[in-house]
């Protein structure tokens, strides 16, 4: 049996594809994303850029505030790749372009 032979069942089955697509489209961040994130907001040139140099060298600075390791050169450029696949950040000749925007909210 399948949903053309049963018309009510083409809704459910519209539904079981959304649902599988919807959770293979959800992305997972983990703290290094945020502080990366955070650090960059928090020093860009005004123009929501800045360097990959000083980007990691906040980011750092920001893991060494909360007590988390550094992140070397090879794991800054995977999470700034990630978040650029993502669509938070684009990459240009050494320079981020920060597109996501930060809201920080105290509870």
Same mark, same amino acid.
């Given at each position: 049996?399948? %949903?053309?032979t049963q018309p009510w069942l083409i809704p459910l089955?519209?539904?079981v594809i959304w649902a599988d697509l919807y959770s293979q *489209?959800?992305?997972?961040?983990?703290?290094?994303?945020a502080i990366a994130m955070k650090a960059m907001w928090g020093n860009h040139d005004g123009q929501q850029?800045?360097?990959?140099?000083? %980007?990691?060298?906040?980011?750092?600075?920001?893991?060494?505030d909360f007590d988390f390791n550094e992140l070397n050169s090879s794991n800054f *450029?995977?999470?700034?790749d990630q978040l650029e696949n993502f669509g938070c950040v684009e990459i240009n000749s050494?320079?981020?372009?920060?597109?996501?925007?930060?809201?920080?909210?105290l509870r």
């Amino acid at each position: 049996m399948s %949903a053309f032979t049963q018309p009510w069942l083409i809704p459910l089955a519209a539904l079981v594809i959304w649902a599988d697509l919807y959770s293979q *489209a959800t992305i997972k961040l983990d703290y290094r994303h945020a502080i990366a994130m955070k650090a960059m907001w928090g020093n860009h040139d005004g123009q929501q850029k800045i360097s990959e140099e000083k %980007a990691m060298q906040v980011t750092n600075a920001n893991l060494r505030d909360f007590d988390f390791n550094e992140l070397n050169s090879s794991n800054f *450029a995977n999470i700034i790749d990630q978040l650029e696949n993502f669509g938070c950040v684009e990459i240009n000749s050494g320079e981020i372009r920060l597109r996501e925007w930060i809201r920080r909210k105290l509870r």
